[in-house]
Nanobody, 123 residues
Framework: VQLQASGGGLVQPGGSLRLSCAAS????????ISWFRQAPGSEREAVSY????????YYTASVKGRFIISRDNAKSTVYLQMNSLKPEDTGVYFC?????????????????WGQGTLVTVSS
């Protein structure tokens, strides 16, 4: 499966953005999907996860209550709605997929990665 992330940009603190991860080459129904982000000079960290059916979602503590992950398998797309953005949310956001995840927060557990989309939160 090929993944393409989009929707990043420059936004002021408190603003919102919606990221999209479009899949091609295989049915998205077969994959668990997560979003990761990487700030300058930092490790890539897990942000959010959604199961194949969308029935299970997880979030890292710093984004709980502000970010919402969802998916539309008919459109082969996973979304990350980001609200109340903070400067510390700045980074390159990647989507990643695997047939069945073991530990959603572990980078090495994913088989496929999108190219990343840059989110900058600044006034």
């Amino acid at each position: 499966v090929q993944l393409q992330a989009s929707g990043g940009g420059l936004v002021q603190p408190g603003g919102s953005l919606r990221l999209s991860c479009a899949a091609s080459g295989d049915s998205l129904d077969y994959y668990d999907i997560s979003w990761f982000r990487q700030a300058p000079g930092s490790e890539r960290e897990a942000v959010s996860y959604i199961s194949k059916s969308g029935s299970a979602t997880y979030y890292t503590a710093s984004v709980k209550g502000r970010f919402i992950i969802s998916r539309d398998n008919a459109k082969s797309t996973v979304y990350l709605q980001m609200n109340s953005l903070k400067p510390e949310d700045t980074g390159v956001y990647f989507c990643a997929s695997v047939r069945t995840i073991l530990n959603w927060y572990r980078r090495d557990d994913y088989d496929y990665w999108g190219q990343g989309t840059l989110v900058t939160v600044s006034s």
